[in-house]
């Protein structure tokens, strides 16, 4: 304070010296020289200041930023406690059926089998029959031979339903030969449609489903009933021990080699677009295969398809391309490890290399596994991609393309095992983000990533009850667009704490 007082009075007196008479234009330019002099000094000192105190946080910040954007890129979200929670209520009986049988042949790829299984097991019980060990679909796209014990393990499977539904692995001699009836069981039903569906024994002892998948509703199901599904598909259907050894040394070998990685369901599969009717960024001459191909396929009812439109309404998966840009703009750096968990990818190295070029660090079961050990899974489909599940469900970050069977499958049970990280891309609206980035409207960097991000901020796999149907849409067309009960399992088979598990039991 003295010395601010005593400089004060110093350029007063100096002032006053100055101008106690007429000054000189000599004077005059000797004084603005040292204002000027001394306003520079000034300056010079306090910024020096200003910029040693300001480098410390910054580089701080930048620390911290890492640290975030590493803890972002990879944690799983908050889980609030949630917990699997299948055990049967106070009032669950198991059935007996031991004089009525429902054979089933299961429709589609591994993971449509695998859910329309479940229901099946769910469906048994509610019509109090014994369930035979079900067919697998061999007349599908892959043409798999597979049988059910060569893909699941059919003793624990068995075991673990028998306080629920007997199981048995055959028809007994005596009913081999006796008529059966062929039920196309009505897709979505509830309880009501199958208690009238136990009419049926009044005349048969035999049941036959021509299709498994898609044979219960999502909602409105008794607690019991949405648990047991959740007990056959988490708990019961566990792949045969050949697969489920090889899975978890594929596992083992990733995480030795990066650590933590990224699986990616990267449908960009023949079968896929060619059903799917999406051409984007193929050649003339790949599109008419694709074209040919689903006019050849006689249970593909939609023959005629617009590309365009398909794809400005999401109906697409990303492709190669797409999903480079998509990761990266995510914050993902060009080092990550990411496991294909697909078949073979469409044109092969030619689509696929516009995402190694973004990313690398490609791998698929191919180059993780010796030949030794995929002999045997050889010409198998579906078993291959049972090990695509394994790596899937165990993976730091799991991303699908598309949202088809296996994507849902795996969320579902990503959910379930407590809520693991699962960013389902915004289809629909990065369409729009990457056409804006093509015609040159937004460029890749900081507004881009921006974009995504905040896109993407709440499809993370964090925990949300199952959504409904879509608004505007009746009659039992609304099931369709009811979230699938194996995508999100929650609230039924996902509880908080013990106050309210009992709750949801009443």
Not at 247 to 258: A, D, I, P, T
Request: proline share 4%; with cysteine.
């Amino acid at each position: 304070m003295v010395n601010y007082r005593g400089s004060s009075h110093f350029r007063t007196s100096v002032t006053s010296k100055f101008f106690s008479r007429t000054p000189s234009p000599y004077k005059i330019t000797l004084y603005i020289t040292f204002l000027f002099a001394f306003s520079i000094f000034t300056f010079l000192f306090y910024t020096r200041d200003a910029l040693e105190n300001e480098q410390k946080p910054l580089l701080s910040e930048e620390s911290q930023s890492q640290e975030m954007t590493d803890e972002t890129l990879w944690s799983a979200p908050f889980s609030h406690g949630l917990h699997p929670c299948v055990k049967p209520t106070a009032r669950y009986k198991a059935s007996q059926g031991w004089d009525r049988y429902i054979t089933v042949r299961s429709n589609g790829g591994l993971n449509q089998m695998r859910t329309g299984i479940s229901d099946m097991v769910a469906v048994a019980h509610v019509m109090n029959a014994t369930l035979v060990i079900p067919q697998l679909d061999k007349r599908s796209f892959w043409r798999d031979s597979s049988t059910f014990s060569d893909i699941f393990d059919e003793l624990h499977f068995i075991t673990t339903l028998q306080g629920d539904v007997r199981v048995v692995r055959q028809l007994p001699k005596e009913l081999e030969s006796v008529p059966r009836v062929r039920k196309h069981f009505t897709s979505w039903s509830g309880m009501s449609y199958y208690e009238e569906m136990t009419r049926l024994w009044k005349d048969h002892q035999v049941i036959h489903v021509a299709k498994s998948d898609s044979r219960l509703a999502n909602n409105d199901l008794p607690l019991d009933i949405q648990r047991l599904r959740c007990r056959a598909l988490y708990h019961a259907l566990r792949f045969s021990p050949l697969i489920e050894d090889l899975g978890k040394k594929l596992v083992e070998r990733l995480r030795s080699n990066g650590g933590r990685y990224i699986a990616l369901h990267l449908r960009y599969e023949k079968d896929m677009l060619s059903f799917t009717g999406c051409t984007y960024g193929l050649t003339d001459a790949e599109s008419e295969e694709l074209r040919i191909m689903r006019e050849n396929t006689n249970h593909w009812k939609m023959k005629k398809i617009n590309s365009t439109e398909q794809r400005m309404g999401g109906l697409c998966p990303l492709t190669p391309k797409e999903v480079g840009i998509f990761l990266q703009a995510l914050g993902y750096p060009s080092s990550t490890l990411i496991y294909i968990a697909a078949g073979e990818i469409y044109g092969g190295n030619t689509h696929l290399s516009e995402l190694t070029s973004r990313f690398p660090n490609l791998v698929f079961k191919e180059t993780v596994a010796t030949q030794e050990e995929l002999e045997a899974f050889s010409k198998h489909a579906s078993q291959t991609a049972a090990l695509d599940y394994i790596i899937s469900i165990e993976s730091d970050v799991f991303i699908p393309s598309y949202s088809g069977n296996m994507a849902r499958a795996v969320e579902g049970h990503r959910r379930f095992l407590g809520h693991r990280k699962t960013i389902t891309p915004d289809r629909k609206g990065l369409v729009q983000v990457f056409d804006k980035l093509e015609n040159g409207e937004i460029k890749e960097g900081s507004s881009l990533s921006y974009l995504v991000m905040k896109m993407h901020k709440y499809r993370q796999g964090a925990p949300r009850k199952r959504g409904g149907s879509l608004p505007g849409i009746k009659g039992r067309a609304r099931f369709r667009t009811e979230e699938s009960f194996y995508e999100n399992p929650y609230p039924e088979c996902i509880c908080g704490s013990k106050r309210n598990f009992e709750m949801t039991q009443r």
